[in-house]
T-cell receptor, first 114, second 114 residues
């Protein structure tokens, strides 16, 4: 049973460019959340998707947007990249109705903005 | 809003020593509490959880008790191994719906020497 799969694993972009990160949730999960983890910090919540809609959003600018597809996979898009967007981006999936409060995290995408 | 405070690291121990990593939280209502572990170059793995006051979460020799009176969820292990070297994150999830986000502490790095 595959866990959460993220791609690519590493990415280098130039300031001002746009980037798309991808996430496939664990089998049976229907909810995807994205987190940004800066070096030496704890993960910060970006947003959460369920039934192809953004259900909750953290304190991130509109340059950060996302999408969820009918197969529950998700994309995170970041426009007009800044140096400060350099971080590990983590995807976490869960099952909305399961009373276990459990999230499964992927290994992340390391984004470097130069 | 909800927040988590962890002791700063690194915590440096010799193999077989006793481990305590302190975690306190601020939250409205009755949050669920978690400890996640992150090994170098990897995503987050759920170590243990507790969903109500006085619950004790345990896994792989690690334990933590949900103390509502002191708003704490300290992580303990009786005898650490070199393989326990990693970064440990305390986190909470407020409310009881699937849409609640995880709020993380800044993480505590544990270094265990032979």
């Amino acid at each position: 049973d595959a866990g959460v799969t993220q791609s690519p694993t590493h990415l280098i972009k130039t300031r001002g460019q746009q980037v798309t990160l991808r996430c496939s949730p664990k089998s049976g999960h229907d909810t995807v959340s994205w987190y940004q983890q800066a070096l030496g910090q704890g993960p910060q919540f970006i947003f959460q998707y369920y039934e192809e809609e953004e259900r909750q959003r953290g304190n991130f600018p509109d340059r950060f947007s996302g999408h969820q597809f009918p197969n529950y996979s998700s994309e995170l898009n970041v426009n007009a990249l800044l140096l400060g967007d350099s971080a590990l981006y983590l995807c976490a999936s869960s099952y909305i109705d399961k009373d276990s409060y459990g999230y499964t995290f992927g290994s992340g995408t390391r984004l470097t903005v130069v | 809003g909800n927040s988590v405070t962890q002791m700063e690291g690194p915590v440096t121990l010799s193999e077989e020593a006793f481990l305590t990593i302190n975690c306190t939280y601020t939250a409205t209502g009755y949050p669920s509490l978690f400890w996640y572990v992150q090994y170098p170059g990897e995503g987050l793995q759920l170590l243990l959880k507790a969903t109500k006051a006085d619950d004790k979460g345990s896994n792989k020799g690690f334990e933590a008790t949900y103390r509502k009176e002191t708003t704490s969820f300290h992580l303990e292990k009786g005898s650490v191994q070199v393989s326990d070297s990693a970064v440990y994150f305390c986190a909470l999830r407020g409310g009881n719906t699937g849409f609640q986000k995880l709020v993380f502490g800044t993480g505590t790095r544990l270094l265990v020497s032979p």
